[in-house]
């Protein structure tokens, strides 16, 4: 009789179980069979796990956004690496939106530096292979409290952004410009002077039992209590309001051109070949985790991948709007994981590509597959 009891109960359970899945099609796709998922799900507390899906649906003019969360929690750290670039360089053709003398196409430098670029090129290298410099030369345009105060006033938040990308600065004050007005005068922009960031206070904002440091391990966890701060639904958010501004409204939205828009899309969905990057250091997947992160595959001409990834301290981030015009199909999703197996950090002894970005890569197709079906 009890064994009856018991085999009952685990029936019940495997069904509600089921039932669900079949009611959230996130849960669906994570309780996949596939080797790429199930490693990572099998061990999900491990991985540090955050996903949003949204299904989007088309009626007449009017969209309706059904959204799926698994484990998005604001107050559970992750490191967001490049994602911040995404606001960023948006948020620097908004500056310009606001600029008379100044268009994407104005030639500038950092003071000391002899780069020159413009922010087109910029936001250009941003997505296609996530360039570092690109990105601080904008940081350098904005400074970090203009970002935080604009993210804030569009009702995006929580979020802090506080450094620089790829090397170390407690330097607030940002560098000036030097911009070419026309050939033969130029002019400088003005420093800004920033606020000087609080340490975060939340969940998981130390990680690991060590990291490395001038050479040496210490046997602490690592605290990222001063980095950057961008959850899952703030990048989430952000991502909407680029696709679908005229969901929001007007003091919601980022005010820029349709031609700086037009601008912005072509960057984020152009892969590294269509821009000059030799295609075998940087195949199109390189920045487009989602689908084809772990593949050397040319994406069809017929969908298009509009993202933004972030890969470093062990935790790998997608952020896409995927649209196959082919089979009518869209839907936005971002994720995000920690890779991490020996728990210390900043020795570049990361699993980004046996695990971090094949599970992504795989999540993107167990959902496009889930809207495939739904669209038929």
């Not at 196959?324 to 994720?335: G, I, P, Q, S």
Request: aromatic share 12%; proline share 4%; with cysteine.
């Amino acid at each position: 009789m009890r064994i009856c009891i018991l085999f009952l109960w685990a029936f019940l359970i495997w069904s509600c179980t089921k039932d669900h899945a079949a009611t959230d099609p996130l849960e669906k796709a994570l309780t996949s069979d596939h080797p790429k998922i199930r490693r990572v799900m099998d061990s999900v507390d491990r991985y540090e796990v955050q996903i949003k899906y949204t299904q989007i649906d088309r009626s007449k003019d009017s969209i309706v956004f059904t959204d799926f969360d698994f484990q998005v929690h604001d107050s559970v750290y992750f490191y967001p690496a490049s994602t911040v670039k995404l606001p960023i360089a948006v948020l620097a053709l908004e500056r310009l939106h606001q600029t008379d003398s100044l268009n994407v196409l104005t030639k500038y430098y950092v003071e000391g530096d002899t780069i020159e670029s413009t922010v087109a090129q910029d936001i250009s290298a941003i997505f296609a292979v996530s360039d570092n410099l690109a990105n601080n030369r904008l940081f350098e345009l904005l400074g970090q409290n203009a970002i935080n105060s604009s993210l804030n006033q569009k009702n995006i938040g929580p979020v802090r952004i506080s450094h620089r990308l790829g090397y170390h600065s407690e330097d607030l004050r940002t560098k000036p410009l030097v911009v070419y007005l026309n050939d033969s005068t130029t002019g400088m922009t003005v420093p800004s002077y920033n606020t000087n960031p609080e340490p975060l206070k939340l969940q998981n904002i130390k990680k690991g039992i060590g990291y490395m440091a001038n050479g040496k391990q210490i046997d602490e966890p690592f605290d990222f209590s001063l980095k950057n701060y961008l959850p899952i639904s703030s990048l989430h958010s952000i991502l909407k309001r680029i696709i679908f501004p005229e969901q929001f409204n007007p003091k919601e939205q980022f005010h820029i051109s349709e031609q700086q828009r037009e601008l912005l899309l072509n960057a984020m969905s152009t892969v590294p070949r269509k821009v000059g990057y030799d295609q075998n250091t940087f195949h199109d997947g390189y920045c487009k985790f989602f689908m084809y992160g772990d593949s050397n595959e040319e994406i069809p001409t017929s969908l298009n991948i509009y993202n933004k990834v972030g890969f470093a301290y062990g935790t790998v981030t997608d952020c896409a709007y995927i649209k196959d015009t082919a089979n009518n199909v869209e839907f936005l999703l971002t994720a995000t994981l920690l890779v991490n197996e020996d728990g210390i950090f900043n020795n570049d002894h990361y699993e980004f590509n046996e695990i971090g970005i094949p599970f992504l890569a795989q999540l993107g197709r167990e959902i496009y597959d889930l809207e495939l079906k739904r669209k038929q």
